[in-house]
Structure formats: C-alpha cells, structure tokens
C-alpha cells in the first residue's frame, strides 16, 4: 500500500514543516493568551498566585503551660505570635502523665524518658479546611556561647485538647520541629479540617532555669498539593 505510507510520510514532512515557520511560540501554555488574569505563568514563583492576610502580632497569654481554646485559620490566613520561654532544660528522670482525661494515650513530650524543666509556651489551632499549615519560629540566639536547642514540634489534639499524637516527616518518621538550633525553624505539613492541632514550644538545653528566651512565630495556611512540599508557603525574611 505504497499510497498510505507516502501520505503519511507526506504529512510528516508537511507538520514538521508548519512547526518550523509556525512553533515560534512553542510550548503553547507559555504563549497561550490567558482567560485568567490571575494565572501563574510557567516562569513565576508560585508563591505570586497566592495572597496571606497576615494579623497584627499578639503576645502569648501566660499560664500557657498547657494547649488552650483553638483559634481558627483557614487557607489565606497568617498568624504573628510573640512569646518568652522562661527557662530551658530536661530532666531525664521526671514522670510524665501518658493518659489524658479524654482517656487517650499522650504524645506530650516529643521524646523519652523525661520532660523539659523549663517552660513550654502554646499556639493551638483548629484548621477549618484542608490545607499546608507553614510555621516558621525565628527566637534569639545570642543569649549564650552556644546556640541552644529547642523543639516546635506540631501535635493532634483530641477533645480535651490534649496533645495524643504527633506529626513526622514522612521520610524518616522523626516528630517534625524536634531538635533545632535556636535561630530559625521552618516547617510545613498537611492539616486536616476541623482537626486541633498545638504547636509546643521549648528548650532542652543547656540547663538554665534562669534563662528568658524569646521568640515569633509566623503561622499560615495555603493550599495543600501533592509534591509541592513548603514551595507555597509565604517567603519570610
């Protein structure tokens, strides 16, 4: 069938052609005028497309030794959240209640055996919808020779609004927030709709119950993607 393989060949050659002289404007949803005036193009920042309405910054409400009433944060939203740590330190051989009064086994604290000697400050929030929850902790870290460590470390609540689990990273299933130099910590995860969730934050070293350390947490939602990992999560200085 000599005729069917020169028509094919001939439209091979002919569409090889029209690209040529008429692909200039090749890959077409780069060039392709949009219907959207909102739409992202190919070579932005993703971060572009999306907008946080940031609150004015609060300060932590003292007792806050404990998770309290949630506060509600959807996607777009961004919360400003001063506080001090009165203290830092860990006591290897300290008992720790394991059962919350809802019945439910606790997560609280991160790692075992011991607690922290030192205070431990609170953001508890109640997400209204699915999202990417980005936290980034920037505290003094100037305070010592060394740089202290701390933990920000993100837990599910039950009804009692106590801390009964905790999130990992998925690669290696450590408590994500866990264990950070003083000066900066950066984390994002994917919270689920009207699910409690606490932020814990404390230092266990060096022991110093004497040492005031502050800190300011920037918390937002944004859209969870697959695969788009912390890339949506608002660029902070």
Known sequence: ????????????I??????????????LYQNMPSTNAKTIGPNEDPRSGLTVDWSDTSEEQEPNDLPAEAMDIQVGDGLIVEGTLSGLGWNPDASVPRVSPCGDALAFPP???GTYTGDVDWITLNPTELGLLCFQLDAQDDVLDH????????????????????????ADQQPIGADQPAGK?????????NTPVGIGIAGFWPDDVNLDWTWS????????VDGAGDTLCPELK
């Open 1 to 12: 069938m000599p005729s069917k393989r020169h028509s094919i060949r001939f439209f091979t």
């Open 14 to 27: 002919f569409g090889l052609a029209a690209c040529v002289f008429g692909c200039a404007d090749w890959p």
């Open 111 to 113: 790692s075992a055996p």
């Open 147 to 170: 740089e202290p460590r701390i933990d920000a470390v993100l837990y599910e609540l039950d009804d009692c609004l106590e801390p009964v689990s905790v999130f990992v990273h998925p």
């Open 185 to 193: 910590t950066r984390w994002a995860i994917t919270v689920q709709a």
């Open 217 to 224: 947490a920037h918390l937002s939602m944004v859209p969870a």
